[in-house]
């Protein structure tokens, strides 16, 4: 079945290092994979999304790449703040026992980012 | 825009008591709604899925009788758990989608706590 594995947490980095959170994927067909972001006590919000091979997806500084030949999605972002701290899900498109379109996660990795 | 609006985002109760939460779309319709669970540092796990004025479809292992699910309007999906005891303090959180294709968008999440 599908699946997203996502690197183990947490990560821990100084302000302005360089993020990479690695995420690979099984899956039949060809899904759109998304990054997640999770602040404490919320919900998740959409960071970034691709929906075919090639696409780079980006969005406040982070970005990733679709890419089919390694099954792979990592996150990147090229100077980290302390307001990035927080659990980022890799996810990619599936189908639920209803046959309706749903997300299936990652473990999540926690970012902390220190001054 | 795409804002869900999901309350209480925290409840502590007796052992026995059956809790309401209830997931609201505020300026979209939405015709699918998704219930997730999220134990501490792990994943979302997608509970069941409904679609607006249908019976909710529910993943396995999911006790349907356990957690129920009304998904009413376009607008508002409920879950209550019933007879709530301890194993049941989680995370709970809904997404909210306008069509089968279209993204999900997230609640603020629910933290449970049964005594």
């Known amino acids: 079945g599908n699946s997203v594995t996502q690197m183990e947490g947490p990560v821990t980095l100084s302000e302005e290092a360089f993020l990479t959170i690695n995420c690979t994927y099984t899956a039949t067909g060809y899904p759109s994979l998304f990054w997640y972001v999770q602040y404490p006590g919320e919900g998740l919000q959409l960071l970034l999304k691709?929906?075919?091979?090639?696409d780079k997806g980006s969005n406040k500084g982070f970005e990733a790449t679709y890419r089919k030949e390694t099954t792979s999605f990592h996150l990147e972002k090229g100077s980290v703040q302390v307001s990035d701290s927080a659990v980022y899900f890799c996810?990619?498109?599936?189908?639920?026992?209803?046959?309706?379109?749903?997300?299936?996660f990652g473990a999540g990795t926690r970012l902390a980012v220190h001054p | 825009g795409a804002v869900v609006s999901q309350h209480p985002s925290r409840v502590i109760c007796k052992s026995g008591t059956s809790v309401k939460i209830e997931c609201r779309s505020l300026?979209?319709?939405?015709?699918?709604m998704f219930w997730y669970r999220q134990f501490p540092k792990k994943s979302l796990m997608l509970m069941a899925t409904?679609?607006?004025?249908?019976?909710?479809?529910?993943e396995q292992g999911v006790e349907k009788d356990k957690f129920l699910i009304n998904h009413a309007s376009l607008t508002l999906s409920t879950l209550t758990v019933t007879s709530a005891h301890p194993e049941d303090s989680s995370f709970y959180i809904c997404?909210?989608?306008?069509?089968?294709?279209?993204?999900?968008?997230f609640g603020d999440g629910t933290r449970l706590s049964i005594l």
């Open positions: 300026d979209f319709q939405a015709t699918t």
């Open positions: 997404s909210a989608s306008s069509a089968d294709n279209q993204p999900q968008h």
């Open positions: 409904s679609n607006e004025g249908s019976k909710a479809t529910y």
């Open positions: 996810a990619l498109s599936g189908y639920s026992s209803g046959g309706y379109n749903k997300l299936i």
């Open positions: 691709a929906t075919k091979a090639d």
